[in-house]
């Protein structure tokens, strides 16, 4: 039987100082939303859901609600809260097909988004409305970034993701597909080209290597490559992922989908970082788990792991000699970092020791006129989080290209 949104919504108790709300990176207005749900009201409610989150329907998939809205709800505190999530995706689900956006009057500026990932996406919906003229240059042949090819099908479809590129293109947002800025195109070629602005929202997509030996062999490969393209991968029988994030999650129970038949996870302390909801589908899956296992060696029969445990310091402390855990391909998924191709071909644009772009609060690097947000400038996160920080940043591009309309009419 169906999940019923409806008897679901009805257990909301409407509180006064809704602390699900608190919980949101968003701030949605949950309890209005689902009044107005109950209420018949379904398109303002997802009017109300596009506006606060143009990507509404998305996090309602993929956000890590137990720590977010549904981890606050107050029936949360005795038994179970209140699954917003479910409520949240059948509402924005239907209304992203009814969408009726409008390009507001034309402030004849350009403004160059480069990346189509969350933040991206945000910022070029709500700048367009603005009346900004948007062109997306995106360096695949899809839109969606880490939301194509970071997230499986299975957790995030990608007809999602083909529905938001049809309604980017009716508010006359232009989309460059296959077009990497730093490579035959460079920031300097959009400023003088006229792009007034520019938006840098290419997330992190270098993966963090393990250092070890055998990390070059032929059966390695690194999750943020794999998840681009399963089906373009051999993996064998058994399959060894290192890691425990979300990203280790996604790949491990791809592999499975994929024909592995043993796939492991091995965690290098005794905690998994990923999301208890993540973790509770892996092992639903047949994905097995082990913790405290330091990687030391990639073999050709597998990876030479060394138990370990936490000293009363919290320092990883190894106790065993290594020993051999086989495996036909190896899946490195601890963390990624962002490419340098911006930085390298734009001269005066910082970033830090890890690569990331130097920004203020608002978004502002330091090049006028150029800004950043996502996990370009935060490293990895969540949907949600890049989506409220670009929310801000969106404001503040607005403003830079509001002064300089007023500067030019003096």
Known sequence: MAFNVVEEAKRCLNCKNPMCRKGCPVNTP??????QFLAGQIDEAGRRLFENNPLSVVC????????????????????????????ENYISDNYLDKLNLEKGERKGQRVAIIGSGPAGITIAVILAQKGYDITIFEGREKIGGVLRYGIPSFR???????????????????IRQNTLIGSALTIDDLKRDGYKAIFIGTGVWKPVTLNIKGESLGHVHYAIDYLVDPDGYSLGDTVAVIGAGNAAMDAARTALRKGAKQVTVYARSNRIAASAIEVDYAIADGVVFKKCMRPVEICDEGVMFQKAQ???NGNLVSLSDPILEKADTVIIAVSQGPQNRLTGTTKGLKAND??????????RTSLEGIFASGDVVNGARTVVEAVSYSKTVARAIDEYLTSLREKESL
């Open 354 to 363: 890890r690569g990331l772009l130097e920004t203020d609060e608002s978004g």
């Open 156 to 174: 995030l479809p990608k007809s999602i993701l083909d529905r938001y590129k049809t309604e980017l293109e009716k508010l006359g947002i232009k």
């Open 60 to 87: 309602s998939l993929v956000c890590d609600h137990e720590k977010q809205c549904e981890g606050n709800c107050v029936l949360g505190r005795k038994g179970t809260p209140v699954h917003f999530s479910h409520i």
């Open 310 to 312: 936490l000293d009363e």
């Open 30 to 35: 949950i309890p209005m939303i689902i009044q």
